[in-house]
């Protein structure tokens, strides 16, 4: 990596930086003030910095494309350099070879978009669907052996159609809708493929759907890519789309919810840290109705212990009667796990759960359940890892994720390239225990969810 960083990057900061000195040359004379010329330099290099960078970021390259953004760029260098330079043929050598790299300069291969630092060992056989550079995220869709269809952000995979993504997907949604005992209003952070947002389009005391995205490209993509798996959401007349920064919105807004879920990208990318601190977790939990519930994807792929201790550890001090939820994968470890958090104590009826799944009203919740193998509330339930009280001691040292050292993004980018998913989960399962004060419902129903419980952690 830090090769590869300092063959795209090393040269250029080289060159950049040896073209002050040259222009601070290029208009020097004798008479002229050092002071003075520095400054009027400088300042002329600090304008044009804060102009190229919203001109080329929030216009050029959402409109033009990357390509045409770099070939645009090389024609303004030419344009400056025969402004200042007198006509030669040294200068007419210089604007064709210019010309040239500009002419050359590539296409962004969609592999890129969609697999980043992945793509020299990403194989099978993968075909975009759609690709396309907005003003806060690069974007692709793109199929797997012409079946599973894949949602890339930035060089990153964040949703997919693939069974255990469909899985955790789901789980975001229906774990606390049906948990809260008549959810109406629902914030979803994240839009990704929509999935999360649309398990609530099924659910039908729902009455107000907001999903705050901040690239305005993905919503109708994923509209268009995950129609079927994300229930058509964008288009159901109860949904809103709020194009914003998750923090902005949540400290602005004023609006309360039933149940705010939040699946952002991993914290080990640039700016996403700041959605997974305790002022974060504080803000989300003041736009929460008496009763409602907060869900917060936690990844244990591609991390470490210390990253996923700090990411639970901050959850749970904001909620402090937070569970954990498992994501489980084939061979039955975790992969991913879902935080559950609200203000007050968790009590779960199992026995309520399942008699309104046996509702007709129910009927497209239950459908939905079946698609990811859920088969019943039961086996939703099963899903329990652990809760707070049981890891007290396991996160004792912990480093809490605040605003003024956003240390998860440093600890997840140490661990960006681990793969201890098993080995963390078992971890915290050897802390857990049943949670008698938390579950309730006749024998039967208790007994097959303790046998439930336990078969997947054995």
Same mark, same amino acid.
């Given at each position: 990596? %830090?090769?590869?960083?300092?063959?795209?990057?090393?040269?250029?900061?080289?060159?950049?930086?040896?073209?002050?000195?040259?222009?601070?040359?290029?208009?020097?004379?004798?008479?002229?003030?050092?002071?003075?010329?520095?400054?009027?330099?400088?300042?002329?290099?600090?304008?044009?910095?804060?102009? /190229?960078?919203? $001109? +080329?970021?929030?216009?050029?390259?959402? &409109?033009?494309?990357?390509? =045409?953004?770099?070939?645009?760029?090389?024609?303004?260098?030419?344009?400056?350099? *025969?402004?200042?330079?007198?006509?030669?043929?040294?200068?007419? /050598?210089?604007?064709?070879?210019?010309?040239?790299?500009?002419?050359?300069?590539?296409?962004?291969?969609? &592999?890129?978009?969609?697999?980043?630092?992945?793509?020299?060992?990403?194989?099978?056989?993968?075909?975009? #669907?759609?690709?396309?550079?907005?003003?806060?995220?690069?974007?692709?869709?793109?199929?797997?052996?012409?079946?599973?269809?894949?949602? @890339?952000?930035? $060089?990153?995979?964040?949703?997919?159609?693939?069974?255990?993504?469909?899985?955790?997907?789901?789980?975001?949604?229906?774990?606390?809708?049906?948990? @809260?005992?008549?959810?109406?209003?629902?914030?979803?952070?994240?839009? /990704?493929?929509?999935?999360?947002?649309?398990?609530?389009?099924? @659910?039908?005391?729902?009455?107000?759907?907001?999903?705050?995205?901040?690239?305005?490209?993905?919503?109708?993509?994923?509209?268009?890519?995950?129609?079927?798996?994300?229930?058509?959401?964008? =288009?159901?007349? !109860?949904?809103?789309?709020?194009?914003?920064?998750?923090? @902005?919105?949540?400290?602005?807004?004023?609006?309360?919810?039933?149940?705010?879920?939040?699946?952002?990208?991993?914290?080990?990318?640039?700016?996403?840290?700041?959605?997974?601190?305790?002022?974060?977790?504080?803000?989300?939990?003041?736009? #929460?109705?008496?009763?409602?519930?907060?869900?917060?994807?936690?990844?244990?792929?591609?991390?470490?212990?210390?990253?996923?201790?700090?990411?639970?550890?901050?959850?749970?001090?904001?909620?402090? =009667?937070?569970?954990?939820?498992?994501?489980?994968?084939?061979?039955?470890?975790?992969?991913?796990?879902?935080?559950?958090?609200?203000?007050?104590?968790?009590?779960?009826?199992?026995?309520?759960?399942?008699? !309104? %799944?046996?509702?007709?009203?129910?009927? !497209?919740?239950?459908?939905?359940?079946?698609?990811?193998?859920?088969?019943? /509330?039961?086996?939703? #339930?099963?899903?329990?890892?652990? &809760?707070?009280?049981?890891?007290?001691?396991? *996160?004792?040292?912990?480093?809490?994720?605040?605003?003024?050292?956003?240390?998860?993004?440093? #600890?997840?980018?140490?661990?960006?390239?681990?793969?201890?998913?098993?080995?963390?989960?078992?971890?915290? *399962?050897?802390?857990?225990?049943?949670?008698?004060?938390? +579950?309730?419902?006749?024998?039967? =129903?208790?007994?097959?969810?303790?046998?439930?419980?336990?078969? *997947? !952690?054995?």
């Amino acid at each position: 990596d %830090l090769a590869r960083c300092a063959i795209a990057i090393l040269p250029s900061t080289i060159l950049w930086g040896a073209s002050f000195p040259l222009a601070l040359a290029s208009v020097a004379s004798g008479k002229r003030d050092p002071g003075r010329l520095v400054g009027e330099v400088y300042g002329a290099n600090t304008i044009g910095a804060i102009l /190229g960078s919203l $001109g +080329f970021s929030l216009i050029l390259i959402p &409109q033009a494309g990357t390509q =045409h953004s770099e070939q645009i760029l090389i024609a303004l260098s030419i344009l400056a350099a *025969l402004v200042i330079q007198r006509p030669s043929l040294k200068t007419a /050598g210089a604007v064709v070879a210019a010309a040239l790299v500009a002419w050359s300069v590539p296409v962004i291969p969609w &592999q890129l978009i969609a697999f980043g630092r992945r793509l020299a060992t990403t194989t099978g056989s993968w075909t975009p #669907l759609y690709v396309a550079e907005g003003m806060n995220s690069s974007i692709a869709y793109t199929k797997y052996d012409n079946v599973t269809t894949y949602f @890339h952000v930035s $060089g990153k995979t964040e949703a997919s159609a693939e069974p255990f993504d469909m899985r955790l997907q789901r789980l975001l949604g229906h774990l606390p809708a049906l948990l @809260h005992a008549k959810p109406k209003s629902i914030l979803v952070v994240g839009c /990704g493929a929509g999935v999360t947002a649309g398990t609530f389009v099924v @659910h039908p005391e729902v009455e107000h759907i907001t999903i705050c995205e901040i690239e305005p490209l993905i919503p109708p993509a994923s509209a268009l890519y995950f129609s079927r798996e994300n229930h058509n959401v964008m =288009h159901d007349p !109860r949904t809103r789309i709020v194009f914003d920064d998750a923090r @902005h919105y949540v400290l602005t807004s004023t609006e309360k919810f039933d149940i705010v879920t939040s699946d952002p990208i991993h914290p080990w990318v640039k700016g996403i840290a700041p959605l997974y601190s305790t002022e974060y977790f504080e803000l989300v939990k003041r736009h #929460l109705n008496p009763g409602g519930f907060v869900t917060q994807w936690v990844p244990l792929y591609e991390s470490n212990v210390e990253t996923v201790q700090s990411e639970i550890a901050t959850f749970f001090q904001a909620f402090p =009667h937070g569970s954990v939820w498992g994501n489980l994968s084939g061979e039955g470890q975790g992969y991913d796990v879902v935080l559950l958090g609200q203000a007050e104590e968790l009590k779960i009826n199992v026995d309520d759960i399942e008699q !309104r %799944l046996g509702r007709p009203e129910y009927k !497209r919740v239950a459908d939905s359940l079946h698609e990811v193998g859920f088969k019943s /509330g039961l086996d939703l #339930l099963t899903t329990y890892a652990v &809760q707070a009280s049981d890891l007290r001691g396991w *996160l004792r040292h912990a480093q809490i994720n605040r605003d003024r050292n956003l240390r998860l993004q440093y #600890l997840a980018g140490m661990g960006l390239n681990q793969y201890l998913a098993p080995v963390i989960y078992e971890n915290m *399962l050897q802390l857990s225990r049943f949670p008698s004060e938390v +579950f309730s419902g006749s024998p039967q =129903h208790l007994h097959s969810l303790r046998n439930g419980i336990a078969s *997947l !952690r054995y």
